[in-house]
């Protein structure tokens, strides 16, 4: 079992950056692969972004591809995601997730943190 604590939302001018972090409480943090969810207000939650328990393989959503950056450090047992370009429609409750798979569905994933919230301004 794996315990997930969110930090590093807030609020930041469009075209700017944020970086996301997620602590992980237990020893078998590597054993997980991750991901990053969002959810904006009256919208489902979606998919941001994966990676593998190595931190070698990552997954994005087309919407952020080119702009967001998954990683991990399994020493820190912290996960994070580097916002950069950042765009109105990327505000959201930001949520970390573990799974022993390694997908974008959220049924894959059995461990979820509390979110962050992220607002970009116009």
């Known amino acids: 079992q794996v315990q997930l604590v969110e930090s590093g939302g807030g609020l930041v001018q469009a075209g700017g950056s944020l970086r996301l972090s997620c602590a992980a409480a237990?020893?078998?943090?590597?054993?997980?692969?991750m991901g990053w969810f969002r959810q904006a207000p009256g919208k489902e939650r979606e998919f941001v972004a994966a990676?593998?328990?190595?931190?070698?393989?990552?997954y994005y959503a087309d919407s952020v591809k080119g702009r967001f950056t998954i990683s991990r450090d399994n020493a820190k047992n912290t996960l994070y995601l580097q916002m950069n370009s950042l765009k109105p429609e990327d505000t959201a409750v930001y949520y970390c997730?573990?799974?022993?798979?390694?997908?974008?569905?959220?049924?894959?994933?059995?461990?979820w943190g509390q979110g962050t919230q992220v607002t970009v301004s116009s």
């Open positions: 990676i593998s328990w190595s931190g070698y393989s990552t």
């Open positions: 237990g020893r078998t943090f590597s054993s997980y692969a």
């Open positions: 997730a573990a799974t022993i798979t390694y997908g974008s569905r959220l049924s894959e994933y059995h461990y």
